[in-house]
């Protein structure tokens, strides 16, 4: 049996129920056979039309259940406005029962906001089919929903299975749902699935201002949602969108939002993926955050919030996980990385007197190229245990900025870092300069009674340190623990990239020298710091046809002079002005070394003019004469291979100039 559902509806708006208008749209989508016409028509009774009652009374608007916007002058794809056509359908559905509004297959446009008071239900056929896209019009703009109608425990807000997206430039809201009358603490206010949230052609030109912004909602479930921002004219970070999801209580109802859930879903390009106050639970589960600037703020009012943040990736510039002020806080198995940060970024912080916490088993990497990151910083909280974590890189890629893997600030007490954290690339694993907090040893065991007894035994002055010496325990001094372990202090704090470093004889002016073929140069080094060198060079300023230079490093020997060969770092151009570069790959640790070059013809190169004002070289060679100097060094030697054995022997000094050879990071 087919029925066919006749109602009014006036271009005016007019949402009276006893007024008839032809629908034969709702033939086509809705015909139920075999239970009567109620039934047919989907009416709720269908217990009664499956006994057997089979009045063919008219439809009334309260037995309808679902409705179907083109029904009320919609027009699907077209390039005008469909606000007021769009808005009857929402209002009629909020005069008669709440039926559940069908976005069909299409694009829907929009130019104004569309207003709900009650528990609207939406639902399209699919977030690639069924779209509503709002011009770049009017700021306020989207879905404002006000469940605060007195319409018992059932009133759900239900949107799932479209797209709503905006040709604006991060302004309004896509979805604003507020409860400023909440009555319940049991059932959901919010159910979300299955929905796009995003500018209508690419981040970079356009998005929401907020995606999702939910008041005093008693409990949200968002599962399955996909919001993408707008990002600055900057490019990232720089972020216009402010918000993926806000729940909060901003009205101050009583009571407060209870618990916001969010699943299976993905947030992009805004400046705070997540935030959540004054509310009693966030569970934040199996989703991805990518290029943010915030991932999650949990915030809470007082001591009674709880938060579970799980199996996640969250990539911020500045902060994946921020707990605020909230008490029993779960963080575990997600994946944090920090990009693109301007200053020191973090991965996970507490802060304001949270406390009763537990993060573990969680990755964190800081993956900025000159800004250090924290994995884990309490600034303000107590009563956390840390362990199980691994903390990929804390310090900065280019090694100038140390990170910190865990940071125990002042305020920070009764806190457990476990030995199970595993640190790599961090400068300090752990920072503790708070109270009471018990900081384990790494992979360390504890010491058995014979150890403690033999240690207890031992009579250390200040400042001894206690030492494992030929299999027993014994107090050393400072330079005993020095020489031990061969300790050298680094004289310089690094050296700086991408700039020419040279040797130690130099003089206050530069010159130039043209090469004495098969003669090997060999000028003093002193490396303050362990430092891995990536070219090695000369600066050849008038060029020798067909020539040229070999380049290498030796050690100074025990006489202060060069001693045996570490590098032979193979031959540059002679023929070609300009700076000749060979590469390579070496470490340096801190000490005394030679830098050498000899050519198979007569190129001049930049060289320094060797004068009396160099004590590190005089103290090394002395000089012939007092008073003199001759602080240069060079062999004869036949133009090849640099060999294993010192080819110096017994060297010629000199008070010639000496080729300027330069070590160089790139």
């Known amino acids: 049996m087919t029925v066919s559902i006749t109602h009014a509806y006036t271009a005016t708006g007019t949402n009276d129920p006893t007024k008839e208008v032809s629908s034969t749209r709702w033939n086509e989508a809705h015909t139920v056979t075999g239970l009567g016409t109620a039934a047919e028509a989907n009416a709720t009774d269908f217990a009664t039309a499956a006994q057997g009652a089979k009045a063919d009374t008219a439809l009334q608007p309260a037995d309808l259940v679902l409705l179907d916007p083109r029904d009320f002058g919609v027009v699907m794809d077209a390039s005008t406005d469909q606000s007021a056509a769009m808005q009857d359908c929402l209002d009629y559905a909020e005069a008669n029962g709440h039926p559940t ?350 150890d403690l007894t033999t240690i207890a035994n031992l009579s250390p002055s200040d400042d001894d340190f206690l030492q494992r010496k030929s299999g027993a325990w014994t107090n050393r001094t400072v330079a005993q623990v020095q020489t031990d372990l061969a300790v050298q202090k680094a004289i310089v704090p690094g050296y700086y990239p991408n700039r020419y470093h040279t040797g130690e004889n130099v003089g206050t002016t530069s010159a130039t020298l043209a090469m004495t073929a098969n003669r090997l140069y060999a000028s003093l080094f002193v490396c303050g710091k362990t430092t891995t060198w990536t070219r090695i060079g000369v600066d050849v300023t008038t060029l020798a046809g067909g020539t040229s230079i070999r380049l290498g490093i030796f050690s100074a020997g025990t006489d202060g002079a060069p001693g045996t060969l570490l590098l032979d770092a193979g031959t540059v151009t002679g023929a070609s002005t300009g700076v000749q570069e060979a590469t390579i790959s070496y470490a340096m640790s801190p000490g005394y070394y030679y830098l050498v070059a000899v050519s198979d013809g007569t190129p001049t190169v930049r060289a320094w003019a060797v004068n009396i004002n160099n004590p590190t070289m005089n103290m090394l060679i002395g000089v012939a004469v007092p008073g003199t100097h001759d602080a240069a060094i060079y062999k004869s030697f036949t133009y090849a291979a640099l060999s294993g054995a010192s080819p110096f022997g017994t060297p010629t000094f000199t008070t010639a100039n000496t080729p300027m050879v330069m070590l160089r990071i790139v």
């Open 101 to 450: 509004i069908v976005i069909p297959t299409g694009r829907i446009q929009l130019e104004a906001q569309l207003t709900y008071d009650g528990p609207l239900t939406m639902v399209g056929v699919s977030m690639r089919r069924s779209r509503l896209t709002w011009t770049s019009g009017a700021s306020t703009r989207g879905i404002d929903v006000n469940l605060s109608s007195t319409i018992g425990l059932r009133h759900t807000c239900s949107i799932s299975n479209l797209s709503l997206l905006t040709a604006g430039s991060a302004v309004g809201y896509a979805l604003d749902i507020s409860d400023s009358t909440p009555a319940d603490r049991i059932n959901p206010s919010v159910v979300i699935r299955d929905v796009l949230i995003a500018g209508s052609t690419n981040p970079s030109s356009n998005g929401w201002a907020r995606a999702i912004n939910m008041d005093a909602c008693q409990g949200a479930y968002l599962d399955g949602v996909n919001i993408w921002g707008k990002v600055g004219s900057g490019g990232e970070p720089d972020y216009d969108s402010e918000y993926g999801v806000y729940y909060a209580n901003g009205s101050t109802a009583s009571p407060h939002p209870t618990e916001l859930q969010i699943s299976n879903s993905v947030i992009k390009t805004v400046q705070v993926a997540v935030h959540a106050d004054d509310m009693e639970g966030l569970i934040f589960s199996a989703s991805q955050i990518v290029g943010v600037n915030t991932g999650v703020e949990a915030v809470g009012l007082a001591d009674y919030p709880h938060v579970a943040i799980s199996d996640s990736h969250i990539n911020a510039s500045e902060e994946c996980v921020v707990i605020d002020r909230m008490f029993e806080a779960i963080v575990s198995s997600n994946l944090f990385y920090n990009q693109n940060s301007t200053a020191t970024a973090k991965g996970i912080e507490i802060k304001n007197a949270a406390g009763f916490f537990s993060i573990v088993g969680n990755i964190y990497e800081n993956y900025n190229t000159a800004q250090a990151g924290i994995g884990v910083d309490v600034v303000d909280g107590d009563n956390g245990i840390i362990d199980a974590n691994i903390f990929r890189r804390c310090d900065s890629i280019d090694t100038t900025q140390p990170g910190t893997g865990i940071k125990l600030q002042a305020s920070s007490s009764g806190i457990k870092v476990g030995n199970a954290n595993l640190f790599s690339l961090t400068n300090t694993n752990v920072n503790d300069a708070g109270s009471s907090n018990i900081v384990q040893p790494f992979g360390a065991l504890q010491p058995l009674d014979g």
